[in-house]
């Protein structure tokens, strides 16, 4: 079975900082993709970055890139010059590439920028 | 990125009545598609994979004639809460797979059962 751990509940970060949003997974899987997803206040999840198994680089999308250390099973999602507007809650989701491909999402980390 | 809406997006209800949440992928075909249930301050869990032209699959735990999913078309899937309580308030949220990697989310329906 899969799981993804995410062990900040809540973090607080001045804002223009960077800030590294913690994710461990465990899965006996070879192939697999993992996803960060924003929930702002709104509800909406928002697609932020993804990283399959076998990329050799880590993923990067324009302010967001994803630390990816697969010995460790950890896919850490780093967030430069953080900015009022990524507050939200962001979640670590895995997907399995067999069966039917569903995600497992961790427990969320709330994160706050702070003036 | 992919555009998926949900409707309504708030839904008040006396308990006992059925409410059907839609899902639509706006610009693409979605074979399949996933409806997710979040309670307050939690993550999302699954609830069920629907594929287009046959029934869902539903997880453990979760009663399918309950929570009946119909996708009817590659741009639509519906789920209906059939006789609403109030423990099923909660907030219901649907994704599209558009490619082989990303699922693409709604914006979620928000549904109180009083």
């Known amino acids: 079975a899969q799981k993804i751990t995410q062990t900040q509940p809540g973090m607080f970060v001045q804002e223009k900082e960077a800030v590294t949003l913690d994710c461990t997974y465990d899965?006996?899987?070879?192939?697999?993709?993992l996803f960060w997803y924003k929930q702002p206040s709104s509800g909406e999840m928002i697609f932020l970055i993804y990283q399959g198994s076998y990329d050799e680089q880590n993923a990067t999308e324009g302010r967001y890139s994803l630390n990816f250390q697969k010995a460790r099973k950890s896919a850490n999602l780093v967030i430069s010059a953080s900015q009022l507007g990524d507050s939200a809650m962001y979640f670590c989701a895995m997907r399995e590439f067999f069966g039917n491909e569903k995600l497992t999402f961790g427990t969320g980390t709330r994160l706050t920028i702070i003036p | 990125g992919a555009v998926v809406s949900q409707h309504p997006s708030w839904v008040i209800c006396k308990s006992g009545t059925s409410v059907k949440i839609e899902c639509r992928s706006l610009d693409f075909q979605a074979t399949t598609m996933f409806w997710y249930r979040q309670f307050p301050k939690q993550s999302l869990m699954l609830m069920a994979t629907?594929?287009?032209?046959?029934?869902?699959?539903?997880e453990q735990g979760v009663e399918k004639d309950k929570f009946l999913i119909n996708h009817a078309s590659l741009t639509l899937s519906t789920l209906t809460v059939t006789s609403a309580h109030p423990e099923d308030s909660s907030f219901y949220i649907c994704s599209a797979r558009r490619a082989a990697e990303t699922q693409y989310f709604g914006p979620g329906t928000r549904l109180l059962v009083l």
């Open positions: 899965t006996s899987d070879q192939s697999y993709g």
């Open positions: 629907s594929n287009e032209g046959s029934k869902a699959t539903y």
